[in-house]
């Protein structure tokens, strides 16, 4: 059944209640994670991992952002997502990605059908979930994750703690940059990339100093669109994974990871 406006001020409600109080760096405890890819409002790709919540109940599922534009089931997208995590915020984790913006949603879908269908002012409940999600995440196992990649001069969690993300758009630089970068595998630090004047690129060497420097092993990001849903970079030590199939372009996958740190990698529909 669709949802009324009613419904969608509760959920963001709920949803706003849950992360405002959050800091920006996020702790997950569980040792068993799935981490998902961008969903851009592709309700099939949800559905399917909604099934994976239902049955792995001994782990954690932490969402990496980009939930909505693009897709053609934005609204039962974003609203499934919300209310996993209002009704299990012990194994549900909602991070933030460069499309939770209003600059962005207003470009690629979200504005249009949530303005068309409802009002600007439900869509405002929607810009007020945006900016109290947390930005990144680190595990008991020590895998760093966001929705892009990492930010450019940083060298401890404590300088993203700082970082102020309740702002509908993305006006702080470290922010903006977790949600936006991408990796290149290649030995350098960080370099332009085509995304954007505020968006880098970050190579080897600037993973190697992050790793070390923040006691990390790992990690999983999403953000880009790779037709298997999924590439490795490092030597295996960073995984990007996407989860909506655009169309037949993607195969959606979701990344497993256990205690012992082996990636699984496991299709989506
Ligand atoms: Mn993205």
Redesign the pocket.
């Known amino acids: 059944m669709d949802a009324t406006r009613e419904d969608i001020e509760q959920l963001t409600g709920m949803t706003r209640d849950l992360y405002h109080e959050k800091p920006n760096v996020m702790e997950i405890t569980s040792r068993n994670v799935f981490f998902i890819g ?1 969903l851009h409002g592709e309700f099939e790709s949800i559905s399917s991992v909604q099934k994976l919540f239902s049955k792995y109940k001994t782990h954690s599922f932490v969402f990496l ?2 939930y909505a534009d693009r897709g053609p089931e934005q609204i039962e997208t974003i609203n499934l997502v919300m209310a996993l995590a209002v009704s299990d915020p012990d194994r549900v984790l909602l991070l933030r ?3 939770e913006s209003d600059e962005v949603a207003q470009q690629y879908g979200f504005y249009t059908e949530v303005t068309r269908k409802f009002s600007f002012d439900v869509y405002s409940k929607y810009l007020e979930v945006f900016q109290v999600l947390p930005m990144a995440a680190i595990s008991s196992e020590a895998i760093f994750t966001c ?2 990649g990492i930010p450019e001069g940083v060298i401890s969690v404590d300088e993203i703690q700082k970082c102020n993300r309740f702002n509908m758009n993305f006006p702080d630089d470290i922010l903006h940059q977790l949600a936006w970068n991408d990796p290149k595998d290649a030995d350098f630090r960080f370099a332009a990339n085509s995304r954007g004047r505020r968006v880098r690129a970050f190579g080897r060497i600037a993973f190697d100093d992050f790793l070390e420097n923040l006691g990390l092993k790992m990690m999983v990001r ?2 880009e669109v790779f037709a298997e849903g999924v590439k490795t970079f490092f030597d295996g030590r960073l995984t990007s994974v996407f989860s909506a199939s655009y169309r037949g372009a993607v195969t959606p996958k979701v990344v497993r990871v256990g205690s012992d740190l082996k990636i699984e990698i496991i299709p989506l529909i």
Request: net charge negative; aromatic share 0%; glycine share 30%.
């Open positions: 961008d952002g980009d990605g460069n499309h929705h892009g999403a953000h």
